[in-house]
């Protein structure tokens, strides 16, 4: 990256954070229908900037604590975090990841897009998320992070979960809504909440 490249990427970074603290001081809130906060991540990435990143999601999550997040932005946060060492947080963010997005992950990884049979509640749940995907397995910076990935989706832990994600999102599928359906939403806002 030459030097005007790096340049052009702090400034984003910065027009970003700008533009946020200044929504909030005009709305008391921030006000980010444009989904500003999501950009960040990728600029940090580009500059293999790590810990400035780690500083950034660590931001995101004081600002924005009931914000589920964009799959594409889940999984730059999975990068930063495995970068920064931090690879309990990494496990949990990559899962997050997946249940908001199961195509990504494969994506990344070069795989075939399995199409699984589950509900999926938003164009960000759908296949065609994963064709915006920048980020491969092939990037030199991002071997290292490949190659943990690679061996983490077919570990017993991802495994247990993902499963259980698939089964409820296939029930979720069929049943009407009441009560039953209300039980298997409670049960799948809160496979994460143990790990």
Known sequence: ?????????????????RTLAAEKRKFGAYDDSRGL???????YIELADYAGGLAYTKWFEKN????????????????????NGKIKEAEKKALQT?????????KFLGKDLLALDIEEDSNWDG???????????????????????????TSDKFYKIANEFI??????KAERVGP????????????LDTY
């Open 64 to 83: 924005f604590p009931d914000d589920m997040g964009f799959p594409i932005f889940l999984f730059e946060w999975t990068i930063i975090l495995f970068k």
């Open 127 to 153: 296949p065609e998320l994963a064709e915006h995907l920048k980020y491969s397995k092939s990037q030199i910076e991002l071997r290292d992070f490949a190659d943990w990935l690679s061996v983490f989706v």
């Open 98 to 106: 997946f249940t908001s997005n199961t195509y990504l992950l494969d």
């Open 167 to 172: 089964s409820i999102k296939q029930r979720l």
């Open 180 to 191: 039953a359906r209300s039980r298997l939403v409670k049960k799948l806002y809160s496979l």
């Open 37 to 43: 906060r999501y950009v960040p991540t990728r600029y």
């Open 1 to 17: 990256m030459t030097p005007k490249q790096i340049q052009t990427r702090k400034k984003k970074i910065a027009d970003v954070k």
